[in-house]
């Protein structure tokens, strides 16, 4: 089983529409989770942190549910520029590692 | 305040060559970490640095790659006797301390060809 996985997509979605992208961890011990967001051919940029309480930035929503090992992102009124690819994305601390886990990612595509 | 530097941006190299890629962490960051991420797939971790240490190289392939992060100077990640299987985009990423993403910002990656 892979240590993050998360469904390839692509998600091709009108604009305004709600979209959301689910992610599943291995290690329970794992500490700390995000999305993160990558442009074709470019690199990988913070989104936002998740938490168990979870957590809004504008259209922008991310739940973690550590009993499932489950984490998700929503995103309200879809626009043209959110199409990218979504990374998830978990950190094991312990030991001598401090490294990011991503996940393959999910593309989404906004249309007119 | 510049961000994280790699060089070259893109880089070709026949069969059997070496390729030596580097990263200039953010001013004041001293964690470099790198990553590969192949076509169509996730990123990769591949090893932590600290200044002049090794902390972490359980990604690494064990033969014909190595890293390094020097006092002065950039990190370098360092690929012998390149095959087409490197071919890929390798990212470096460096933050202040080990911590979370929030503070880990990635340079915009070294694409890697071998023909």
């Known amino acids: 089983r892979k240590e993050v996985e998360q469904d390839p997509g692509p998600f091709n979605v009108p604009e305004g529409a709600t979209v959301a992208f689910n992610c599943t961890y291995s290690n329970s011990a794992s500490q700390s989770f995000f999305w993160y967001r990558q442009d074709c051919r470019k690199e990988p940029k913070l989104l936002m942190s998740?938490?168990?309480s979870g957590n809004e930035d504008g259209r922008f929503t991310a739940q973690l549910n550590r009993a499932s090992q489950y984490i998700s992102l929503l995103i309200r009124d879809s626009k043209l520029s959110d199409s990218a690819t979504y990374l998830c994305?978990?950190?094991?601390?312990?030991?001598?590692?401090?490294?990011?886990?991503f996940g393959k990612g999910t593309k989404l595509s906004v249309k007119p | 305040n510049a961000g994280v530097m790699q060089n070259p941006r893109h880089l070709v190299r026949r069969r059997g060559q070496e390729a030596r890629l580097r990263c200039s962490p953010m001013k004041g960051h001293s964690h470099v970490y790198w990553y590969r991420q192949l076509p169509e797939e996730g990123l990769k971790f591949m090893v932590y640095?600290?200044?002049?240490?090794?902390?972490?190289e359980s990604g690494m392939p064990k033969e014909r790659f190595s890293a390094e992060f020097p006092k002065e100077g950039p990190s370098i990640l360092r690929i012998q006797q390149v095959v087409r299987g490197d071919s890929a985009a390798y990212f470096c990423?460096?933050?202040?301390?080990?911590?979370?993403?929030?503070?880990?910002?990635f340079g915009q990656g070294t694409r890697l060809t071998v023909v």
């Open positions: 994305v978990v950190m094991n601390y312990g030991g001598s590692q401090g490294n990011l886990i």
């Open positions: 640095l600290q200044k002049e240490n090794i902390i972490d």
């Open positions: 998740v938490y168990s």
């Open positions: 990423a460096s933050s202040p301390r080990q911590t979370g993403a929030t503070e880990a910002f």
